[in-house]
């Protein structure tokens, strides 16, 4: 299998922490969103939309971390990343989606480049746009969340895959995690097994 | 089982329509987003996010309207409505994401109101905003959509359950077409079913 991706991205990111946690072996291939390589007639050929990741298996070509994540899950049902029961499954998609729906996809490069460019955000006002909204979802997952190890679960799962990358992401606009124990210490945990050390940005081939 | 949804709200009326094309019983409970209900103390109960929708069954509460969906296809395989081997699911999975993950989060109410009142952005930049992100989503998926009745298949999917909302959304904000012939169909084609029609927003008892 290869992963076309950005050290980056947060979506990327996810694909490599499932891959990891399963062990299973694949190649990469540096797409450079910040230099519009996502925009190319031959890489828009394999994603239509002009985003990362995308991975290349013998069955075909994949879009959509989430999707790559579930297929992931369904082809190699080893080392399970959506764990338990039906319900318990359901209850860690829903942490899931709480990111990578309501959270990343108004954070993420694409959208803050609209702000600044076509409406003429200021910079400051940029910031406060991401931290509203970090802080919005953030505070309603710290509500949900126990005091196991991972995200409701003894084991890492589909919710810590889509919550490492993002807090990863609020680090960088220098959120304050204080106001988010829970989600912090589990983020910190995460950082301490191979699965995630291995697939975080700055370990990564093309890691500037 | 009780869904709390509001009749406009785009990931409830998707709820709605698995609901439907499940031919499941539920009932039904208003949360007014204009009036801002979904911000009251006892509606951030059952929902700490404060969004519809949120289905309550007998195993308790769930949020998020893709672990609703994951979560009935698992509890009440009949009638898939993530239908096919493992790699169809995938691309199947994959089309729903590029609407929810993609297209509705940018789009949505909250951050619509975020722009006008925290960024005092325009009317005309508001639906310019809203534009440009149904038009390079919409793009995309109609670069990979096929011939058939439904989205990449011949029987309703989760896909086709994500994408009508988001039309008749999009047909809400006076978005043109005629540019996504495929996309168009797929919604008329839709809305001939009934599981679809009984979902439609104006057909429910919250409608204004």
Redesign the interface.
């Known amino acids: 299998m290869k992963l076309y991706g950005y050290f980056r991205s947060s979506a990327a990111y996810r694909v490599r922490i499932a891959l990891n946690l399963k062990e299973l072996d694949y190649q990469q291939s540096a797409i450079n969103l910040l230099k519009g390589e996502q925009n190319s007639e031959d890489y828009k050929k394999i994603n239509?939309?002009?985003?990362v990741p995308t991975l290349t298996t013998d069955?075909?070509i994949?879009?959509?971390s989430?999707?790559?994540i579930?297929?992931l899950e369904?082809?190699f049902p080893e080392r399970s990343i959506i764990p338990g029961d039906?319900?318990k499954?359901?209850?860690l998609?829903?942490l899931a989606?709480?990111v990578?729906?309501?959270i990343?996809?108004?954070n993420n490069l694409r959208?803050l480049k609209?702000?600044q460019q076509?409406?003429a955000?200021s910079d400051d006002?940029k910031t406060?746009?991401y931290k509203?909204w970090i802080h919005t979802?953030f505070t309603?997952l710290e509500?949900?969340l126990d005091d196991q190890p991972f995200c409701c679960s003894e084991q890492p799962s589909i919710a810590d895959i889509c919550l490492v990358p993002q807090v990863f992401n609020a680090l960088r606009f220098k959120v304050e995690m204080t106001d988010f124990p829970k989600i912090h210490e589990i983020y910190k945990h995460c950082n301490m097994q191979p699965a995630f050390i291995d697939a975080a940005p700055e370990n990564q081939p093309d890691a500037v």
């Open positions: 239509p939309q002009g985003l069955k075909g994949l879009i959509q989430l999707a790559i579930e297929w369904e082809t039906s319900w499954k359901a209850q998609r829903s989606y709480q990578s729906c309501d990343h996809p108004v959208v609209y702000l076509e409406l955000v006002a406060q746009w509203h979802g309603a509500a949900q």
